[in-house]
């Protein structure tokens, strides 16, 4: 039985040995942190601070939006006791409208960031990928990983810094 696990780890560590051996000799595989790359092309922080402008102009809209209902609904639960039933039927349909505006105003608001956001990402992201390709294509490796799919990583064939340097 001992035999039998002495020969067994004998023969695990001559695969590892291998295995070294054969990835010294060829570069199959990097990684590299890609959001880092998309975070250091220069352009980003403009990217980033056009779409918060935006945002808040969305969110300054929405806001006044809501105020304009809140007052009217608080207008009418005050005075709906003094009010004929006409005008009671008119001003809840009015407070149905500015609801119903408001919320697609806000699934609108939401669509168009997110429109917003891929627009202006892509490029960034098609940026970074060409300049992963060229660093990959310049060092020998043939496949680059994301460096979020990893388990474990040694440093050893991170090329993160590289693409950023290729990048600005």
């Given amino acids: 039985m001992k035999l039998r696990v002495v020969f067994a780890s004998l023969f695990a560590v001559m695969l590892m ?3 070294t051996e054969s ?3 060829t570069k199959i595989f990097a990684y590299a942190d ?3 790359v998309v975070r250091s092309i220069p352009e980003y922080e403009t990217k980033i601070k056009e779409l918060e402008s935006y945002q808040n102009q969305l969110m300054a809209s929405m806001q006044q939006q809501q105020q304009e209902f809140q007052t009217k609904y608080a207008d009418f639960q005050q005075n709906q006791a003094n009010w004929l039933p006409e005008i009671i039927q008119q001003k809840a349909q009015e407070l149905e409208l500015l609801q119903k505006n408001l919320q697609d105003f806000q699934q609108n608001a939401q669509q168009n960031l997110q429109k917003r956001q891929y627009e ?3 490029p960034l992201q098609q940026k970074a990928s060409e300049a992963v390709e060229a660093v990959a294509k310049e060092k020998g490796y043939q496949y680059v990983i994301p460096i979020d799919m990893l388990i474990y990583n040694n440093g050893a064939d991170d090329i993160t810094a590289d693409v950023i340097n290729k990048v600005k």
């Fill in 34 to 36: 890609l959001d880092s």
């Fill in 23 to 25: 990835k010294a000799q």
């Fill in 17 to 19: 040995g291998f295995g």
């Fill in 120 to 122: 202006a990402f892509t």
